[in-house]
């Protein structure tokens, strides 16, 4: 299997050592003043843990270890998270641009969610962080931010690595079927789309 991955190229590298010898110096108290926030869309069915059988070769494939994987992925929602340290905020889900076919995400969606929520979430003294997708990088957006005064960390391209909130999206993803298993097989209907929301919260 080939795995998919972006082009770390020579400028990348570069802007990726310019961000450690800009924030080297900083220490645990520095830290704990940034912000870390992040987009994800959750998918019924998406980000289940697959569950492996291993059989001998004169072994048969027994019916239940069979698992049937739903395709559709039309119940779907997009959340946004933020978290620092010793502090965490509930899972804000949020609507896709309603001027764009498919509600999809774009620089106005995110300037109302950041009018929305940022306000009451980032002090003077914090550090907001966020990746370098290009909703974020859109002037409406960087616009807002200048507006509220909001200390931004600049952020390397291709580096999603560096934020830790990286790793809660498929945490998260697992554990929503552990407390719903029924969620993957759900019909498409508005109810199932509130289950969802409800429990990746709750998760």
């Not at 080939?2 to 190229?9: D, S, Y």
């Not at 109302?112 to 002037?139: K, M, S």
């Amino acid at each position: 299997m080939q795995l998919r991955r972006p082009i770390f190229i020579d400028e990348h590298i570069r802007k990726r050592r310019e961000w450690t010898d800009r924030y080297e110096h900083f220490i645990f108290e520095d830290w704990k003043r940034v912000k870390w926030t992040d987009e994800c869309f959750i998918e019924r069915g998406v980000g289940i843990q697959p569950t492996w059988t291993f059989l001998r070769p004169n072994e048969q494939l027994i019916y239940y270890n069979v698992k049937k994987i739903r395709c559709e992925k039309d119940v779907k929602k997009m959340f946004w998270a933020n978290f620092s340290f010793n502090i965490r905020i509930n899972l804000i889900p949020f609507d896709g641009d309603p001027l764009f076919v498919r509600g999809r995400v774009f620089g106005r969606t995110i300037r109302q969610l950041y009018t929305d929520y940022l306000p009451d979430l980032v002090g003077p003294e914090d550090i907001f962080i966020y990746d370098n997708a290009p909703v974020h990088t859109v002037c409406i957006v960087r616009e807002i931010l200048y507006e509220l005064h909001i200390q931004m960390m600049i952020w390397p391209p291709y580096s999603p690595n560096l934020n830790p909130i990286e790793n809660l999206w498929s945490i998260m993803k697992g554990e929503i079927y552990k407390i719903d298993p029924g969620l993957e097989h759900a019909s498409d209907t508005e109810r199932t789309l509130e289950r969802l929301i409800a429990v990746a919260i709750q998760v």
